[in-house]
């Protein structure tokens, strides 16, 4: 089990900015069902995910966390004031360095691809991206917005119309992937019936932990106010759950006031 110190220090004692560190002595009590909740307007909670009792933990976080310098990016999530998809984003740029290859494994519309692009591409022309998605519309969209927003991308991505379950048949042998993105539910904008599903994304999830290098992230957008969308959250975490905390730091920012809210979950290599 983690300790209640870790459960703490991996949110807030990280070299704090000011609203966290206020935040911590007004704000903040630790509960035993490792949930951090905030006593004013909003009830939420910052959650490592729960190893799965079998699975060897340790009590020796030494290393720094990925996430230091990212506290006042969860606290406005938490309070609403930000978006999932800032989050991730804001996460994203955290880990992944120029010149790197990513995968994003639910294209859709193209702005995680471009977000991506952005973050990886360096003046040297280094950087690489694997865009895939199941559809061909949006394959279609995340081109046109690619095209309108970048000069002379094509070097630096491609895009396949595959099931990310699928990714390891696409992204080149011995390439180091820093980072996976995972935005699952349906295209915003087109047929809502086409949605991932909780047994091909966790086949994803399962290529993605194989690929990921030490020092990389598994990120992923959960939503569940479709169909579906519950199930694939626990699917998502109990794959989270039993990943090997010596090697993973697992963990999700989640709402617990606004049931439909989608819900960043963050994966990250030691
Ligand atoms: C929420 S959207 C992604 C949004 C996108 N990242 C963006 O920035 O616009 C989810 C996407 O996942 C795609 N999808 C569904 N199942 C998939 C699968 N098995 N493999 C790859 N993509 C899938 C859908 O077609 C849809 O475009």
Redesign the pocket.
């Known amino acids: 089990m983690l300790s209640l110190s870790y459960r703490f220090s991996s949110f807030a004692a990280y070299t704090p900015g000011p609203t966290t560190r206020s935040l911590s002595r007004r704000l903040l009590f630790l509960v035993p069902s490792q949930t951090l909740i905030f006593t004013n307007h909003s009830l939420c909670c910052l959650k490592p995910i729960k190893p799965n009792n079998n699975i060897r933990s340790s009590s020796s976080f030494s290393k720094d966390s990925p996430f230091s310098g990212l506290e006042d990016v969860f606290v406005s999530f938490l309070f609403g004031n930000r978006k999932a998809t800032d989050v991730a984003h804001m996460v994203w740029k955290h880990v992944v360095q120029k010149g790197d290859t990513v995968i994003?494994?639910?294209?859709?519309?193209?702005?995680?691809?471009l977000e991506l692009l952005n973050l990886v591409v360096d003046d040297s022309h280094n950087g690489y991206v694997y865009a895939?998605?199941?559809?061909k519309d949006?394959l279609a969209k995340t081109s046109s917005l690619l095209e309108e927003s970048i000069n002379s991308y094509q070097k630096h991505v491609e895009l396949f119309n595959i099931?990310?379950?699928k990714m390891e048949e696409v992204v080149q042998r011995n390439s180091s992937v820093r980072l996976v993105a995972f935005?699952?539910?349906?295209?915003?904008g087109?047929d809502k019936e086409?949605?991932?599903?909780s047994e091909?994304t966790l086949q994803?999830l399962e290529a993605a932990e194989r690929i990921v290098i030490p020092g990389g992230l598994i990120s992923i957008v959960v939503y569940v106010g479709h169909p579906g969308g519950r199930e694939e959250l626990e699917t998502v975490e109990t794959f989270a759950a039993r990943m090997c905390v010596e090697n993973w730091i697992c963990c999700k920012l989640q709402m617990l006031n606004r049931a439909g809210a989608p819900i960043p979950i963050f994966l990250f290599r030691r």
Do not use: V
């Not at 895939?132 to 559809?135: A, N, P, S, T, V």
């Not at 086409?194 to 599903?197: E, L, P, V, W, Y």
């Open positions: 994003d494994a639910t294209c859709g519309n193209g702005f995680d691809t895939l998605d199941i559809q949006a099931c990310h379950s935005n699952l539910g349906y295209l915003p087109g086409i949605i991932t599903r091909t994803a």
